[in-house]
Nanobody, 123 residues
Framework: LQLVESGGGLVQPGGSLRLSCAVS????????IGWFRQAPGKEREGVLC????????NYADSVKGRFFISRDYAKNTVYLQMNSLKPEDTAIYYC?????????????????WGQGTQVTVSS
């Protein structure tokens, strides 16, 4: 099982990015997928999650109304659309897979992880 993130980069405040999490070795209806982020000196934080059934859960109040999660079965990819980005969104973003049908905000619950992609929001 493999997860590969892409789409990170440098963006100005107020800008948008779409991160991709391409999965291989399993189908998206077999695992719950979560997006996490980790800023320097901080703990890894759950951002959004999409369950096997397609239900999404937001774990970070700071991204409500700005970040959205979706998936494309044909491409076996989960996306994190990030709008109105702020400097405090700067972090390494990770996607992770959980075999449970329920989302979890705890990083310890997840079985497989991608390598992460850097997002930097700065003018």
């Amino acid at each position: 099982l493999q997860l590969v993130e892409s789409g990170g980069g440098l963006v100005q405040p107020g800008g948008s990015l779409r991160l991709s999490c391409a999965v291989s070795g399993f189908s998206l209806d077999s695992y719950t997928i979560g997006w996490f982020r980790q800023a320097p000196g901080k703990e890894r934080e759950g951002v959004l999650c999409i369950s096997k059934s397609g239900a999404s859960t937001n774990y970070a109040d700071s991204v409500k109304g700005r970040f959205f999660i979706s998936r494309d079965y044909a491409k076996n990819t989960v996306y994190l659309q990030m709008n109105s980005l702020k400097p405090e969104d700067t972090a390494i973003y990770y996607c992770a897979a959980l075999i449970s049908r329920y989302c979890s905000a705890s990083a310890f619950s997840y079985d497989y992880w991608g390598q992460g992609t850097q997002v930097t929001v700065s003018s």
